[in-house]
């Protein structure tokens, strides 16, 4: 009886689409400008980065210097501007505050800077009995804030005297800094330890630790804070919620585009 023959598998081989191959020089020519660096970030042939950035060049997704070096072109920066104008932080942010809620078990914000104050996009509440004194869309001071002084320590200091000059530094509290000089301190220890303190200098028995958000450029105008009650947590307790402010901050940060 003969036995059925079986034939060997075959194997294939699916060489990288015209797409991915596109997609690939596209995010090289973002980050490299020489042709033979595009080459090397790709691992594809020299011929078809060649003719692919030709393409992209034709369509303006890329641009070519008078040196002749590759660029982002126009219609990659006018798609970059378009996204980023759609970019919702509270989607972004949400899933990584609901987590640092479910670690410290206290009441977290994210604000954005809206001139000389913070407003609140986000509160997640714990699993405390209690509730902050806060809600979305309401407005808090920089200068008497956890969240707000995490983006003074930002400023120059002569944009911090112009700051000073506008607000006023009014009083919220017996606790509020209400001095310049006394503000010049603080937001440089700030900007040294990377997180800020409000030591119920905005809300009496209230006590909150925060750390900056970066967008894509870098730049602060948004603010993470964990906050909670005097008579729940002491003050080194606060402090020690500090690593887990900056951590969950800086990965906000990086969804949304910042790179450290």
């Known amino acids: 009886m003969r036995s059925a023959t079986v034939p060997s598998p075959t194997r294939v081989t699916t060489p990288a689409n015209a797409s991915v191959k596109t997609l690939l020089v596209l995010e090289a020519v973002l980050t490299h400008d020489r042709f033979t660096d595009i080459v090397a970030a790709t691992g594809l042939a020299k011929a078809t980065v060649h003719r692919i950035l030709q393409t992209l ?54 604000g954005v800077t809206n001139g000389d104050e913070i407003i609140y996009l986000i509160r997640s509440d714990s699993d405390k009995p209690y509730r902050m004194p806060s809600r979305v869309g309401a407005t808090i001071p920089l200068h008497a804030t956890a969240m707000g002084k995490a983006v003074l320590a930002t400023y120059s200091d002569d944009a911090l005297d ?74 080194e307790q606060i402090d020690a919620m500090a690593d887990d402010a900056i951590q969950t901050a800086n990965q906000i940060s990086r969804a949304l585009g910042w790179k450290p």
């Open 57 to 110: 060049v034709d369509r303006q997704f890329v641009a070519v210097s008078t040196s002749g070096d590759y660029l982002p072109g126009s219609k990659v920066l006018s798609l970059a501007g378009q996204a980023l104008q759609r970019i919702d932080i509270s989607t972004i942010a949400q899933p990584y505050v609901d987590a640092l809620v479910a670690r410290v078990h206290c009441t977290v914000h994210v």
């Open 162 to 235: 112009r700051f000073a000059a506008r607000a006023g530094l009014p009083v919220w509290t017996k606790h509020t800094i209400t001095n310049l000089e006394a503000l010049r301190a603080e937001v440089r220890q700030v900007a040294e330890l990377g997180y800020a303190r409000d030591r119920e200098e905005n809300v009496l028995g209230i006590g909150c630790v925060a750390a900056p958000i970066r967008d894509h450029t870098g730049n602060v105008n948004y603010g993470l804070s964990i906050s909670t009650i005097m008579l729940d947590h002491t003050p």
